[in-house]
C-alpha cells in the first residue's frame, strides 16, 4: 500500500477552549508511531490530556515546543502513513517546519487555566511581573495565580 502525509490538527476540545498548551512531547521527527500511542500532552483551561498519534506512521514534522500556546485546527505535526481512512487530512503542501502560535511568546508562560482565573480577576497577563511560576516547564498555573491574588489581598 503507497504512503502519504497528513497534516494532523490540533484537536478541538469544544466551544469553549480556544487554546491549549503543549506541556511536553513525547515522540519528534523520524520517529515511527502506533495508533494510539502517546505524542504529547496537553493541557487546556479545564484538564491536562494525552494527545495521541492517529494512525501507524513515521513522524515527518512536528513543529510545536513545550509551553507552546496553539490554537485548535492549527498544525500539531505531519505523518506520514498508510492509513487510507485519513486521506482526508493528506498534506497540501510539503513538509513544514513553522510553529503555529496562538499568541507572540512572553517572558512568563501562562496556562490558559492561570489566564483565565488572572483575566476574571480584572488582571492582564501580560502586565504581571511579580508572579512566582511552579507549573509544568516553569510556566504560570492557575494555583500561582491564586496564592498571588491572596498576596494582593493581605
Do not use: C, N
Not at 41 to 64: C, M, N, R, T
Not at 115 to 135: M, V
Not at 138 to 153: I, Q
Amino acid at each position: 500500500m503507497a504512503t502519504f502525509i497528513i497534516d494532523v490538527p490540533v484537536p478541538s476540545m469544544g466551544a469553549t477552549v480556544s487554546e491549549l498548551t503543549v506541556v511536553s512531547l513525547k515522540t519528534q521527527p523520524g520517529a515511527r508511531v502506533t495508533k494510539g500511542q502517546k505524542i504529547a500532552e496537553l493541557e487546556s483551561d479545564k484538564s491536562i490530556f494525552d494527545y495521541e498519534a492517529p494512525a501507524d506512521g513515521v513522524v515527518l514534522a512536528l513543529p510545536v515546543t513545550a509551553g507552546q500556546v496553539l490554537v485548535p485546527g492549527a498544525l500539531f505535526l505531519q505523518l506520514e502513513t498508510e492509513d487510507a481512512s485519513l486521506r482526508h487530512l493528506e498534506a497540501k503542501g510539503g513538509v513544514v517546519a513553522a510553529a503555529v502560535v496562538a499568541k507572540p511568546a512572553a517572558a512568563l508562560v501562562w496556562t490558559p487555566r492561570a489566564t483565565k482565573l488572572a483575566q476574571e480577576a480584572g488582571l492582564d497577563p501580560a502586565t504581571i511581573t511579580d508572579i512566582e511560576a511552579t507549573g509544568p516547564g516553569g510556566r504560570v498555573s492557575g494555583d500561582d495565580v491564586t496564592r498571588l491574588l491572596a498576596k494582593r489581598k493581605a
